[in-house]
C-alpha cells in the first residue's frame, strides 16, 4: 500500500532553513506527482508546492521564490528546501500524492494519501 513518510522538521528562527523529506513506498513513484501541503492551528490545509514526474513543479504565490521542491526517483523521495523562514510558515507540513491521475498540481483533497505531517516552527 502507498505510504508517505516525512522528516526534516524543526524549530528555527525567522531567515532560516529547513529540508524536509518525505520517503515514499507502494507505487510506481516516478510516475506521479508528489505534493506539499501545510495547516497552521485553526486554518484550513493549504497547497504549498508540487512536482510532476517530469520535475515539473509549481509553487504557492506566498512560498514562490523561498521554497524549492525537488525529488530524487531512484531514492523514492521528495523533498521541500524551505528559506528566508518567516514565522506565518509555521505549521505542519504534509507529504502527499495520488495515484490515480498523473495530473499536477495537486489539490487538496480528502483522497489524496497522506503522510503523517511534520511539525515546522519559525519564531521571530
Known amino acids: 500500500q502507498v505510504q508517505l513518510v516525512e522528516s526534516g522538521g524543526g524549530s528555527v528562527q525567522a531567515g532560516g532553513s529547513l529540508r524536509l523529506s518525505c520517503a515514499a513506498s507502494?507505487?510506481?513513484?516516478?510516475?506521479?506527482?508528489m505534493g506539499w501541503f501545510r495547516q497552521a492551528p485553526g486554518k484550513e490545509r493549504d497547497w504549498v508546492a508540487s512536482i510532476s514526474g517530469g520535475s515539473i513543479t509549481y509553487y504557492a504565490d506566498s512560498v514562490k521564490g523561498r521554497f524549492t521542491i525537488s525529488r530524487d526517483n531512484a531514492k523514492n523521495t521528495v523533498f521541500l528546501q524551505m528559506d528566508s523562514l518567516k514565522p506565518e510558515d509555521t505549521a505542519v507540513y504534509y507529504c502527499?500524492?495520488?495515484?490515480?491521475?498523473?495530473?499536477?498540481?495537486?489539490?487538496?483533497?480528502?483522497?489524496?494519501?497522506w503522510g503523517q505531517g511534520t511539525q515546522v516552527t519559525v519564531s521571530s
Open positions: 502527499a500524492t495520488n495515484t490515480w491521475s498523473l495530473a499536477c498540481p495537486l489539490a487538496v483533497r480528502v483522497d489524496n494519501f
Open positions: 507502494g507505487f510506481s513513484f516516478s510516475e506521479y506527482c
